[in-house]
């Protein structure tokens, strides 16, 4: 046998392992192996290399196909991902439309139930009959002063139910108290807290201010020590804390509250805007503030607006009571200036005060 | 019953197809089998991805299973396949931590398909570990020597036709190459493995 060169013996082998050789060669190949130890060994493990070359390519070739098998997968599986979402929604749909129903049913009958709507409802139809009160205020108050006015005419036709207020200006027994209130009357009485009751005449009116003043005409009547407030000229600033003592029924009333706007009606710069509860029979009563001044007399309110009452500045009666002829006067009038509710106490202020109001009572 | 047998008809003919590498049986095996695996790796704190990498893995030790050659089932391949990940799950979620966790999927499960994908799993394991080395050989190899082994070994390609493309003076020239290439792979192979 030639000797071989190891690579020659290998390609001799890979033609073996390929099955490339004639029967003749195959066999004499076999043969050589066997005859040959070495060879054989080394034909062995070149065949296990080549066999282990074959199944790694083998499996690197597998797992690239399975990898792009799996990509295909995977690739295709997520455009499918929406439809788990969708497929979910399918199942649960009902049970969605049914639990929002609930939730719509029970926040509406809850609203319903708490009287959301019957409030919803009476704010709207207050602020509609707000903006018609604002349109006519003028209207209703004149309307609101002809029902004052007509009450009293009223009474004077039947026994008194009611009357208006009027308050002390001089400590000889002149009183001030609306126009409105005693126009057209037969006779005028005054009745102080204590009952006595008082005939009156009345000295002046003016319309236009709706103010008379009146004086008390009876033998009764004893002159007062001097009245205990003053009266301010000077308009009073907005939000002054201020108060009223009037006779919307027998016994005299306190109404406090305070100074809202320093124009009356329609920008009415005699009067005021104040925020006291008044009623029919509190027209002509005094409005003080804290310290016992007049600041103004009580004339009339706007029903169905809150806090719209109006009171006839001071300014305005002083006018009023400047312009009274002097013949028709029976002694001069003359304002205090010594205010003696300076620094007492409300209640105490009261107490002082309540000898110098008077219900009117017009026949 | 027909249910049953046209299963294992998949079964079979994805098994065939398998050891050809038919990218259209993979696939099939994908759209039937990979679904529960992903469920259970889902339940088991395991995202997308890696329930991905384990069903992969599965199927390389079904491969090997089946280049084996002595494929025989015990049961569903479906079955098999789902204790197979199951085992490859376990091992990867036990990784580094105490094996507590093991017992949380491990309870009713069919103990001889268990040991079954056990031993596959081992061999695999195996077979994985010796081929790597040839793998990284390979790798380590680099042009032309890898096209040349490849061509000649895998492709059963004659020398003339890589003395071609090679362009190679002539055939002797080629199988010199050839020659010095398979000593290199060698020399890498048998480093490797020592």
């Known amino acids: 046998m030639r000797s071989l060169s190891q690579q020659e013996f290998i390609d001799w082998a890979d033609l073996y392992l390929r099955k490339e050789l004639t029967p003749e060669d195959n066999e004499r190949f076999e043969s050589f192996c066997a005859e040959n130890p070495p060879y054989r060994a080394r034909f062995e493990e070149h065949k296990s290399l080549i066999e282990n070359i074959q199944v790694t390519a083998d499996r690197l070739a597998f797992k690239a196909t399975l990898q792009s098998a799996a990509e295909a997968f995977h690739q295709e599986e997520k455009p499918k991902a929406p439809t788990k979402v969708v497929s979910l929604w399918d199942r649960y749909k009902f049970n969605a439309a049914v639990a929002a129903a609930i939730a719509i049913i029970s926040v509406f009958s809850t609203l319903w139930l708490t009287g959301y709507y019957s409030n919803l409802r009476k704010t709207s ?4 009959a707000l903006r018609r009160d604002m349109n006519t205020v003028k209207r209703n108050v004149n309307a609101h002063n002809d029902a004052i006015k007509n009450i009293n005419s009223n009474t004077s036709n039947e026994a008194i139910h009611y009357g208006a207020t009027g308050f002390m200006i001089t400590k000889d027994g002149y009183v001030v108290t609306n126009y409105h209130v005693i126009s057209g009357a037969d006779s005028i009485h005054l009745q102080n807290h204590k009952g006595q009751s008082y005939k009156a005449d009345i000295i002046f009116t003016n319309a236009e201010k709706d103010l008379a003043i009146l004086h008390i005409n009876d033998s009764t009547f004893k002159s007062h020590k001097n009245v205990p407030y003053t009266f301010k000229k000077q308009d ?7 108060y009223t003592i009037g006779f919307p029924r027998d016994e005299a ?3 406090q509250g305070y100074l809202s706007s320093s124009t009356g009606y329609a920008g009415d710069t005699l009067a005021y805007q104040i925020s006291i509860p008044v009623n029919p029979g509190n027209s002509g009563g005094p409005v003080l503030d804290k310290e016992g001044n007049i600041i103004g007399i009580i004339s009339g309110k706007q029903k169905g607006i809150d806090g719209a009452a109006f009171a006839i500045k001071t300014k305005a009666l002083i006018e009023t009571l400047n312009s009274i002829p002097a013949d028709i ?4 009038v003359v304002l205090t200036n010594k205010n003696s ?10 107490k002082k005060l309540q000898d110098y109001i008077y219900i009117v009572k017009v026949y | 019953m027909s249910k049953e047998k046209s299963d294992i008809g998949i079964d079979e003919e994805i098994i065939l ?5 038919n990218n259209l049986a993979v696939q099939k095996l994908y759209k039937l089998y990979y679904p529960p695996v992903l469920k259970m790796i889902i339940n088991n704190s395991g995202s997308s991805e890696e329930a991905q990498d384990i069903f992969q893995e599965t199927v390389m030790v079904l491969y090997d299973k089946i280049n084996k050659g002595d494929f025989e089932l015990s049961s569903k391949l479906k079955t098999f396949l789902y204790a197979v990940s199951k085992r490859l799950w376990l091992k990867q979620l036990t990784r580094g931590e105490s094996k507590y966790r093991k017992d949380s999927i491990d309870d009713y499960e069919d103990s001889l398909v268990a040991d079954e994908a056990g031993d596959a799993v081992q061999e695999h394991e195996t077979i994985e570990k010796n081929l790597l080395q040839m793998e990284q050989a390979l790798a380590g190899l680099g042009e032309p020597c890898k096209t040349i082994l490849y061509d ?4 059963n390609k004659s020398m003339a036709d890589i003395c071609e493309k090679f362009g190679y003076t002539n055939t002797d020239n080629a199988k010199t190459q050839k020659y010095k290439c398979l000593q290199r792979l060698k020399k ?7």
Do not use: A, M, P, W
């Open chain 1, 125 to 128: 139809s207050d602020y509609s």
């Open chain 1, 236 to 242: 009073s600033e907005l939000g002054e804390d201020i």
């Open chain 1, 253 to 255: 009333v306190y109404g």
């Open chain 1, 329 to 332: 006067l029976r002694g001069n």
């Open chain 1, 341 to 350: 509710l300076n620094h007492l106490s409300r209640t105490d202020q009261i």
């Open chain 2, 17 to 21: 197809g398998i050891r050809e590498g």
């Open chain 2, 152 to 155: 000649f070994y895998i492709l």
């Open chain 2, 188 to 194: 890498f192979f048998f480093k490797s493995v020592s």
